[in-house]
């Protein structure tokens, strides 16, 4: 397979393709569709499924979550040979260790490689009960195999489909995260020095600190207060939980 030491393109959705081999569960089909579209891709073909139009039942639609494009773009063929069209590297996935066949590799460091070659690439399924047969792992250029846990290493089809649909976005560059909240305003040095004086009185009142024998009190909290990176919001938090012992010592 010829390496290109470039950085990997743009992730160009056409030349990549998911293929389920055998494919019985309607659930499985949907959960699949959704496991790629949430990672960017499309193209989803079925080979030779248990029975026809397993793709635009109401269970497949109903796992899909959404993902109804991919599902209408779902096309059933006859073969492997016949899904793999167009694809210039195959990948198959192996449950277990075979004799003969192509070379087996973790997902992350074979398909770095693919991602540097450009190849339009094809990840393969086989059926939920028995996998790829020989013949279709012999179509292979590489096994992949997901690492589990080495006593139960059973996964569902859609799961697999899943991870190995992140690993080939994270080859391809992946997706930047978008902040769910924006992010954290810090208060300035004044502020908080403020209401460490503030809380440096209360204590005083209260008790808790000795002027004549202050130790060190005060620089511990002003270094709690550097960790803890306050806002504003906290600042004002803190001076009114101050201000409150104030006022309920006022009342005693």
Same mark, same amino acid.
């Given at each position: 397979?010829?390496?290109?030491?470039?950085?990997?393109?743009?992730?160009?959705?056409?030349?990549?393709? !998911?293929?389920?081999? $055998?494919?019985?569960?309607?659930?499985?089909?949907?959960?699949? %569709?959704?496991?790629?579209?949430?990672?960017?891709?499309?193209?989803?073909?079925?080979?030779?499924?248990?029975?026809?139009?397993?793709?635009?039942?109401?269970?497949?639609?109903?796992? /899909?979550?959404?993902?109804?494009?991919?599902? %209408?773009?779902?096309?059933? &063929?006859?073969?492997?040979?016949?899904?793999?069209?167009?694809?210039?590297?195959?990948? $198959?996935?192996?449950?277990?260790?075979?004799? !003969?066949?192509?070379?087996?590799?973790?997902?992350?460091?074979?398909?770095?490689? &693919?991602?540097?070659?450009?190849?339009?690439?094809?990840?393969?399924?086989?059926?939920?009960?028995? $996998?790829?047969?020989?013949?279709?792992?012999?179509?292979?250029?590489?096994?992949?195999?997901?690492?589990?846990?080495?006593?139960?290493?059973?996964?569902?089809?859609?799961?697999? &489909?899943?991870?190995?649909?992140?690993?080939?976005?994270?080859?391809?560059?992946? !997706?930047?995260?978008?902040?769910?909240?924006?992010?954290?305003?810090?208060?300035?040095?004044?502020? &908080?020095?403020?209401?460490?004086?503030?809380?440096?009185?209360?204590?005083?009142?209260?008790? !808790?600190?000795?002027?004549?024998?202050?130790?060190?009190?005060?620089?511990?909290?002003?270094?709690?207060?550097?960790?803890?990176?306050?806002?504003?919001?906290?600042?004002?938090?803190?001076? $009114?939980?101050?201000? /409150?012992?104030?006022?309920?010592?006022?009342?005693?």
């Amino acid at each position: 397979m010829p390496e290109n030491p470039d950085p990997p393109a743009p992730a160009d959705d056409a030349g990549t393709r !998911f293929v389920l081999v $055998g494919a019985r569960h309607a659930g499985n089909v949907g959960a699949a %569709a959704r496991a790629i579209r949430v990672m960017g891709f499309r193209d989803l073909v079925l080979v030779h499924p248990r029975r026809p139009g397993l793709a635009a039942s109401a269970e497949a639609v109903a796992m /899909a979550s959404g993902a109804t494009d991919v599902l %209408a773009r779902v096309r059933e &063929v006859g073969t492997l040979a016949e899904a793999l069209d167009g694809i210039q590297h195959v990948c $198959g996935t192996a449950m277990t260790p075979r004799d !003969f066949g192509p070379p087996t590799f973790a997902p992350r460091e074979h398909l770095a490689a &693919v991602a540097r070659s450009g190849a339009r690439l094809a990840l393969v399924f086989g059926s939920e009960r028995v $996998g790829l047969a020989n013949d279709d792992v012999y179509r292979c250029h590489a096994c992949l195999s997901i690492p589990t846990d080495p006593g139960y290493g059973s996964l569902n089809l859609a799961q697999a &489909v899943q991870l190995l649909a992140y690993e080939w976005r994270l080859a391809l560059g992946g !997706f930047a995260v978008r902040p769910r909240t924006p992010a954290p305003q810090l208060a300035d040095a004044a502020a &908080v020095l403020g209401a460490l004086e503030h809380w440096r009185e209360v204590l005083i009142e209260i008790g !808790f600190l000795d002027p004549a024998a202050p130790k060190k009190l005060m620089p511990r909290l002003q270094q709690l207060a550097h960790r803890a990176s306050l806002s504003p919001q906290e600042v004002h938090i803190l001076r $009114g939980i101050a201000r /409150a012992v104030q006022q309920q010592r006022m009342r005693d």
